[in-house]
């Protein structure tokens, strides 16, 4: 598809307002919301293809959470498109003002592989709650899920509104070189400058959903049995190929033994002995990450686990303590299924660790102590967190999540979706009955009346 000719296409769609009626927007949700149900299996397939996800998995943090934010769009929508009335102001009395939000136009979406489905489904519902046609761009490493994706919306939507752009960077680069009316890429922060700088030449806004170092601090106040199950449930989640997975953990010294212990018995609760034979245990994606993760196996001690098969692109569950200094593996983001330990003595130590990295994505907090928990909370900027908790924030539609610096700009899920996509208009609207001549020249005299009223 010439993607000068589609861009063209979209834009004379929406420019004939077909999508920006209320009733229109409900009826691509509902259609949408079918689809998904119908071609459920054909996702579940083609991402069990791609790296062997469990059907489990899927459904629960691919298919289900789209439901979920359609579902929450069609119950707010008509509340979020009407006006919406503010005050007036003294110096404009009298007057009614109002905000309004409108579609953009044209949305370019560009996702990654590692929910392929999810994260190339959920912005549409909310560029097309908010009135927008959408063109799709899945990811090319994915190509089983990237091709079922252009199959099913490409026989129930016609691309000049939905359209779906497979291929790879090539195919990126064309389409990052049209004048779309909005961006939304989720992906690395090395691609997400590319988009940004691209995005740049006609000034479209953009929303950056990328990555980082997500920290996961464990106190010792904090119920270490319960942390190492959550723990290891959300790093292990898609054999750890989560952007919001705690990349790393900060365990407080005399903290440690113990939970490693139950970290290794959590993972041993899941995935059994030989998490190679486990049916819930995804590969990694291609050769070359398998290859990028194997390399961080040899920057610390292996406390647990360590197997691995090429062939398979297999990569057990893996503990990784004594971490080498200056280790890559505590640079770069993990993205995979190692979870570096390593410890702090003071809690101030551990911010120390963090506030030294970019900005990251997730924040974690294992503890019972209040005041550790303020501290924590209050000393470290990133996108989103969770208390005794990982990655489970993200299935609330009314807590935005998106990053911050390094980790991205801007935000979606539930409402925050709807005003991602929607640019606010403001509207004053006065009346000619009355016509206060302060504001016109000759100004002689009126200047100490404006330093009162505007003080
Ligand atoms: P990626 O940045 O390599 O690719 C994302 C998309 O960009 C793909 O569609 C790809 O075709 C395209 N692309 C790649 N190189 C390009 C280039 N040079 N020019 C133009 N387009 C290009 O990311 P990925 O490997 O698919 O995904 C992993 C990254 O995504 C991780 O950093 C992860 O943390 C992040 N991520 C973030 C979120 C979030 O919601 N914040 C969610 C999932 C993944």
């Given at each position: 598809m010439n993607p000068v000719e589609l861009v063209k296409r979209q834009k004379a769609y929406f420019r004939s307002g077909a999508t920006k009626s209320v009733e229109f927007r409900m009826k691509q949700l509902e259609l949408l919301k079918e689809v998904i149900t119908k071609h459920e299996q054909d996702f579940v397939d083609a991402i069990f293809k791609d790296f062997r996800k469990p059907e489990f998995e899927t459904y629960a943090t691919e298919i289900g959470i789209i439901h979920d934010e359609i579902n929450y769009a069609l119950k707010n929508l008509e509340n979020w498109t009407k006006k919406q009335r503010v005050s007036g102001s003294l110096v404009n009395f009298p007057s009614k003002n109002y905000t309004v939000a409108e579609p953009y136009g044209s949305v370019l979406i560009i996702a990654p592989w590692n929910y392929p489905v999810q994260l190339a489904l959920l912005p549409v519902v909310g560029a097309v709650a908010a009135g927008n046609t959408v063109v799709i761009k899945p990811s090319e490493l994915t190509p089983n899920t990237s091709s079922a994706i252009a199959g099913i919306m490409s026989t129930y939507f016609q691309d000049k509104f939905i359209a779906v752009a497979e291929g790879g960077v090539e195919v990126n680069q064309k389409l990052l070189e049209q004048e779309f009316d909005y961006i939304f890429f989720t992906g690395s922060t090395r691609v997400g400058k590319i988009v940004m700088k691209a995005a740049a030449e006609y000034l479209t806004p953009v929303t950056l959903e990328l990555g980082g170092k997500s920290p996961c601090i464990v106190d010792k106040s904090a119920n270490l049995e319960i942390s190492a199950r959550r723990i290891a449930w959300g790093k292990f989640l898609n054999a750890g190929q989560?952007?919001?997975?705690?990349?790393?953990i900060l365990v407080q010294e005399n903290s440690k033994n113990d939970l490693l212990k139950h970290l290794k018995s959590a993972i041993w609760d899941f995935y059994g002995e030989d998490p190679g034979e486990s049916p819930d245990y995804p590969r990694i994606v291609n050769e070359d990450h398998f290859n990028r993760l194997m390399?961080?196996?040899?920057?610390?001690?292996?406390?647990?686990g360590g197997q691995s098969d090429k062939k398979e692109r297999y990569i057990s569950p893996t503990i990784l303590t004594d971490i080498e200094p200056n280790a890559s593996v505590m640079e770069?983001?993990?993205?995979?299924p190692i979870l570096p330990v390593l410890t702090f003595k003071e809690i101030e130590e551990a911010i120390d660790i963090i506030n030294?990295?970019?900005?990251?994505?997730a924040f974690y907090v294992f503890t019972e102590d209040d005041k550790n928990e303020s501290l924590l909370m209050e000393s470290c900027s990133f996108g989103g967190g969770a208390v005794n908790d990982?990655?489970?924030?993200?299935?609330?539609?009314?807590l935005p999540f998106g990053g911050i610096g390094n980790s991205g700009m801007g935000a979606y899920h539930g409402k925050t979706s709807f005003d991602t996509f929607s640019h606010t208009k403001s509207i004053m609207k006065k009346t000619s009955?009355?016509?206060?001549?302060?504001?016109?020249?000759?100004?002689?005299?009126k200047l100490k009346w404006i330093k009162k009223i505007l003080k």
């Open positions: 989560t952007c919001v997975a705690p990349d790393y390399g961080y196996l040899k920057e610390g001690s292996v406390f647990y770069e983001e993990i993205f995979g030294k990295k970019p900005k990251p994505l990982v990655v489970a924030h993200l299935g609330n539609p009314n009955w009355l016509d206060i001549p302060f504001r016109y020249a000759p100004y002689e005299g």
